[in-house]
């Protein structure tokens, strides 16, 4: 009996391939920090930057012990914040139950020009700050760049440059109460709603809410351009001149996390308004659903927003409705 | 031993030259799409969306493929100038014209219509889509 060796070559290169998958990494080795005052920046505030809201941004500082403790935290923002706009002079750290503990190191931060400081009052050699930029009414469609500077007790200074970020050019308004009983007006304009039993000016009406239903045909909840067929508006008197002839597009799951402020991960955001079409599109919007939503263009084209249906309420015949809205011209 | 292997790879050399010569025995339409032998020509279902890809139908439409027609009944307050129809066809049939994006049905008194080729693109059957807007 004679052995083929050659016959034993797959076997042998498939045991040498298995030893080589199961060889052991190389052992983890705890990095040395650095002998130096150190900084980290990152931004946690998501979407659209909107005037009046908020950009949100946690700032990490820490040194050595034997290279002194912390003195002062600053941020210089490239446009000057709203007077909303402020440093924490708190230090989070978050507990076994998920939950963020504040612990305070200083004094409130204090505003000057640009620059955001706050100075520390603990003896500490770490701490994570966050700061809160209340986009003014001068960013609107601008770009903003942050400086976070930190100082310690010895001299060193560090500094960490975020952005540009691109103010957006659109508007919103929350949480505005729509009722068929009187709160029944809607102005783009002025994003308002405005009530029957008010003198308002019809020129302002974009939009009027009503609640109805008829025993064939399903139509509760309803937004109609004043100057819509008679039809849809049903028995509802129109105020003399409110002529407004606003253009729907309807949208169905498209939930603005800005708007709905729940889990939802879509931004509307400018570029989104530019790129609707409202050739064709009726003046009504029948059948409203909870959740949905509807593009709407001025009747002078000067606005594009949209309307985010947040609650609808058939029981008490209201909604609330939240808005972006876009300046065309 | 050698013999052998310059045989085999004489022979795998030629069938994959017969391969790749083969003529190509199934023909196709202008639009690239397979030309088969049923004869099969009717729509098996209808749907029509609103701008927001919602259905606009208030019920199931009505197919004659007898007479041709599709009648379809939809929801109060649908703009009918901008909705999307969608056919279901029997199996290796086409539509003319291609539905390719949002319709105007508004015109009721003129029914639009559409017609259905058969798999193997010598029935041609063309129906009527009625469209009927509930009523207060």
Same mark, same amino acid.
């Not at chain 1, 050699?125 to 010895?154: C, D, I």
């Not at chain 1, 909840?221 to 409110?242: G, I, M, Q, R, S």
């Not at chain 2, 208030?58 to 009918?80: F, H, N």
């Given at each position: 009996?004679?052995?083929?060796?050659?016959?034993?070559? &797959?076997?042998?290169?498939?045991?040498?391939?298995?030893?080589?998958?199961?060889?052991?990494?190389?052992?983890?080795?705890?990095? %040395? &920090?650095?002998?130096?005052?150190?900084?980290?920046?990152?931004?946690?505030?998501?979407?659209?930057?909107?005037?009046?809201?908020?950009?949100?941004?946690?700032?990490?500082?820490?040194?050595?012990?034997?290279?002194?403790?912390?003195?002062?935290?600053?941020?210089?923002?490239? /446009? @000057?914040?709203?007077?909303?706009?402020?440093?924490?002079?708190?230090? #989070?750290?978050? +507990?076994?139950?998920?939950?963020?503990?504040?612990?305070?190191?200083?004094?409130?931060?204090?505003?000057?020009?640009?620059?955001?400081?706050?100075? #520390? %009052?603990?003896?500490?050699?770490?701490?994570?700050?966050?700061?809160?930029?209340?986009?003014?009414?001068?960013?609107?469609?601008?770009?903003?760049?942050?400086?976070?500077?930190?100082?310690?007790?010895?001299?060193?200074?560090?500094?960490?440059?975020?952005?540009?970020?691109?103010?957006?050019?659109?508007?919103?308004?929350?949480?505005?109460?729509?009722?068929?009983?009187?709160?029944?007006?809607?102005?783009?304009?002025?994003?308002?709603?405005?009530?029957?039993? @008010?003198?308002?000016?019809?020129?302002?009406?974009?939009? /009027?809410?009503?609640?109805?239903?008829? &025993?064939?045909?399903?139509?509760?909840?309803?937004?109609?351009?004043?100057?819509?067929?008679?039809?849809?508006?049903?028995?509802?008197?129109?105020?003399?001149?409110?002529?407004?002839?606003?253009?729907?597009?309807?949208?169905?799951?498209?939930?603005?996390?800005?708007?709905?402020?729940?889990?939802?991960?879509?931004?509307?955001?400018? &570029?989104?308004?530019?790129?609707?079409?409202?050739?064709?599109?009726?003046?009504?919007?029948?059948?409203?659903?909870?959740?949905?939503?509807?593009?709407?263009?001025?009747?002078?084209?000067?606005?594009?927003?949209?309307?985010?249906?947040?609650?609808?309420?058939?029981?008490?015949? !209201?909604?609330?409705?939240?808005?972006?809205?876009?300046?065309?011209? | 031993?050698?013999?052998?292997?310059?045989?085999?790879?004489?022979?795998?050399?030629?069938?994959?030259?017969?391969?790749?010569?083969?003529? +190509?025995?199934?023909?196709?339409?202008?639009?690239?799409?397979?030309?088969?032998? !049923?004869?099969?020509?009717?729509?098996?279902? #209808?749907?029509?969306?609103?701008?927001?890809?919602?259905?606009?139908?208030?019920?199931?439409?009505?197919?004659?493929?007898?007479?041709?027609?599709?009648?379809?009944?939809?929801?109060?307050?649908?703009?009918?100038?901008?909705?999307?129809?969608?056919?279901?066809?029997?199996?290796?049939?086409?539509?003319?014209?291609?539905?390719?994006?949002? %319709?105007?049905?508004?015109?009721?008194?003129?029914?639009?219509?559409?017609?259905?080729?058969?798999?193997?693109?010598?029935?041609?059957?063309?129906?009527?889509?009625?469209? %009927?807007?509930?009523?207060?």
């Amino acid at each position: 009996m004679t052995i083929n060796f050659k016959s034993y070559i &797959p076997f042998i290169a498939g045991i040498v391939l298995l030893f080589t998958a199961c060889s052991k990494s190389d052992d983890y080795a705890v990095p %040395t &920090p650095k002998d130096q005052l150190q900084n980290d920046c990152i931004k946690r505030s998501l979407g659209p930057n909107l005037v009046g809201s908020n950009i949100e941004f946690a700032y990490a500082m820490a040194l050595p012990k034997t290279r002194g403790k912390l003195v002062s935290a600053q941020v210089e923002a490239s /446009i @000057q914040g709203a007077a909303g706009t402020y440093l924490e002079n708190r230090s #989070f750290y978050t +507990n076994n139950s998920g939950v963020d503990v504040p612990v305070k190191i200083g004094d409130p931060s204090v505003n000057n020009g640009n620059a955001t400081t706050t100075n #520390f %009052t603990v003896d500490t050699n770490a701490a994570t700050l966050r700061y809160f930029y209340q986009v003014p009414e001068e960013a609107r469609g601008k770009k903003v760049s942050f400086t976070f500077t930190a100082k310690s007790s010895n001299g060193e200074t560090v500094t960490y440059k975020m952005g540009p970020y691109t103010v957006s050019k659109m508007d919103m308004a929350l949480d505005l109460g729509v009722n068929d009983a009187d709160s029944s007006y809607i102005s783009i304009a002025d994003m308002k709603v405005y009530r029957r039993s @008010q003198p308002v000016d019809p020129t302002k009406i974009d939009l /009027i809410y009503m609640y109805r239903t008829f &025993p064939t045909v399903t139509f509760k909840h309803a937004l109609v351009a004043p100057a819509a067929p008679k039809e849809y508006l049903t028995d509802f008197v129109v105020p003399n001149n409110a002529t407004n002839d606003v253009r729907l597009v309807k949208a169905f799951n498209l939930r603005d996390q800005q708007l709905a402020r729940q889990q939802y991960g879509i931004f509307i955001d400018d &570029p989104d308004f530019l790129a609707q079409n409202f050739t064709n599109m009726p003046d009504y919007f029948l059948n409203i659903k909870q959740e949905a939503g509807a593009w709407v263009e001025t009747a002078d084209g000067k606005y594009r927003a949209y309307i985010y249906f947040n609650v609808v309420d058939d029981a008490k015949k !209201r909604m609330t409705i939240s808005i972006k809205r876009y300046t065309m011209k | 031993m050698k013999k052998y292997i310059i045989i085999s790879a004489l022979v795998m050399a030629i069938i994959s030259i017969m391969s790749g010569c083969k003529k +190509n025995d199934f023909p196709v339409d202008e639009d690239g799409l397979l030309i088969t032998t !049923r004869t099969d020509c009717y729509v098996s279902n #209808f749907e029509l969306l609103g701008p927001d890809f919602q259905t606009v139908r208030s019920k199931a439409p009505v197919i004659d493929t007898t007479a041709c027609t599709i009648s379809q009944e939809v929801l109060y307050g649908t703009d009918l100038r901008s909705v999307w129809p969608q056919f279901s066809l029997a199996q290796d049939c086409k539509l003319d014209p291609k539905v390719t994006g949002k %319709t105007d049905f508004s015109d009721l008194a003129n029914p639009r219509q559409y017609t259905v080729i058969s798999g193997n693109r010598q029935i041609r059957k063309t129906y009527k889509v009625i469209i %009927t807007v509930q009523s207060r």
